[in-house]
């Protein structure tokens, strides 16, 4: 079946430009996860998406970043007046969520998006 | 709080054992394992939540111990395809957000 996706693969933005990422997370899966990954380093969490409930956004580094999640399906992570410590790979995730192990528990992570800010 | 990970980076030659390990200052949930090799996005490996259960890789183990907020990921007779970074991820009550800890370079010789 498809896994998650996401779009563009590589975002080549000047500074102060606003740019939109996308994720297409697995059909069914209540959670979503959005993640940055500067070179080389680890995963830092941006955001999460739980079903209905409200977002826990205490990842987002700044006002400047901002995301929705749209019918319980794809997400949009906007990033407004770039920097260029931006740049980055930005991880989506999602996951069913079941508490338990029957189904799914894991996340699937999309192949990101390289965002490269000059 | 983003968990502790050591060691940061580890260099076996094939066959040798490593373990990794992950704690936490908070009472967790569960604990999640993922391996990441270069260029790609990370893989599920294990997950062990409070109350013993687990689900995982067949070929890997990992233990939780609740007590200490604490969990190391084992790695025995180690093989090329091992190498990645190993990010272990922390949940601190169901269904709630998981945050990684800075990762586990691991390096297999032949």
């Known amino acids: 079946g498809a896994g998650v996706s996401q779009s563009p693969s590589n975002k080549v933005t000047e500074k102060g430009k606003d740019v939109e990422l996308r994720c297409d997370p697995i059909s069914g899966h209540t959670a979503l996860y959005w993640y940055r990954q500067s070179l080389g380093q680890g995963l830092e969490f941006l955001i999460y998406f739980q079903g209905n409930s409200a977002p826990d956004k205490s990842g987002l580094p700044s006002d400047r970043f901002s995301a929705e999640r749209t019918g319980g399906s794809v997400s949009t992570l906007t990033i407004q007046r770039t920097q260029q410590e931006d740049s980055a790979v930005y991880l989506c995730?999602?996951?069913?969520?079941?508490?338990?192990?029957?189904?799914?528990?894991?996340?699937?992570f999309g192949p990101g998006t390289r965002l490269t800010v000059l | 709080q983003q968990p502790v990970q050591s060691p940061q980076a580890v260099i076996l030659r094939e066959g040798e054992d490593a373990v990794i390990n992950c704690s936490s200052s908070k009472a967790l949930y569960s604990v999640h394992w993922y391996r990441q090799k270069h260029g790609e996005a990370p893989v599920f490996l294990m997950i062990l939540l409070k109350g013993g259960e687990q689900k995982g890789h067949e070929k890997i183990s990992a233990s939780f111990n609740e007590k200490k907020q604490q969990s190391s990921l084992y790695l025995t007779a180690s093989q090329l395809s091992y190498s990645g970074t190993y990010f272990c991820?922390?949940?601190?009550?169901?269904?709630?957000?998981?945050?990684f800890g800075s990762g586990t370079r691991l390096s297999i010789r032949p």
């Open positions: 991820g922390t949940e601190y009550s169901s269904a709630s957000k998981i945050i």
């Open positions: 995730a999602s996951s069913s969520s079941s508490p338990g192990l029957a189904g799914g528990y894991e996340q699937f």
